[in-house]
Every structure is written in structure tokens, then in C-alpha cells.
């Protein structure tokens, strides 16, 4: 999981990175830091997100979707 999975996982459920913050237990400067590529995805923190935001073949297949869409760019 990296900067852009994280992302990608929070757009995929419709939150704001205060709303999956909340959700997961860590601080909105976490969620910002991942996200915008100044803080690494830890092994906790791909914990938290795993257990909240378990990964379904929809919500896969949106992520992979998106994936596709932002290399064609």
C-alpha cells in the first residue's frame, strides 16, 4: 500500500481525510502527510486502514480503475 492507495481507499469510501482520520484512529496531519508523499505508509497504519476499509472486489476493481485512468494521463 502506498501514498496513492491510501487515497484512493478514502475516495472509494466517500470520506474526507478528517472523516478517515476519525475512522481509523490517527490525526488528520497523518492522513494529509501519507497522502501528499511526506510521510511513508507504515506497517500500522496499513494495519488500521486493512481492518476499517477491508478491500471488497468492488471497492478493488474502483482503485484499480483509477490506477488505469491516472497512467493513461
Do not use: Y
Not at 496513492?4 to 478514502?10: D, N, Y
Not at 474526507?16 to 490525526?27: D, F, H, N, R, S
Not at 497522502?35 to 474502483?62: C, H, N, Q, W, Y
Request: no cysteine; charged share 30%; aromatic share 2%.
Amino acid at each position: 500500500m502506498d501514498n496513492k492507495t491510501v487515497k484512493e481507499i478514502r475516495l472509494a469510501n466517500g470520506l474526507t481525510q478528517k472523516e478517515m482520520a476519525q475512522e481509523i484512529g490517527v490525526a488528520l496531519s497523518t492522513i494529509a502527510m501519507v497522502e501528499s508523499g511526506g510521510r511513508r505508509v507504515t506497517d500500522k497504519l496499513r494495519f488500521k486502514i486493512a481492518r476499517r476499509f477491508p478491500m471488497d472486489s468492488g471497492t478493488a476493481a474502483i482503485i484499480e480503475n483509477a490506477k488505469k485512468l491516472e497512467g493513461a494521463r
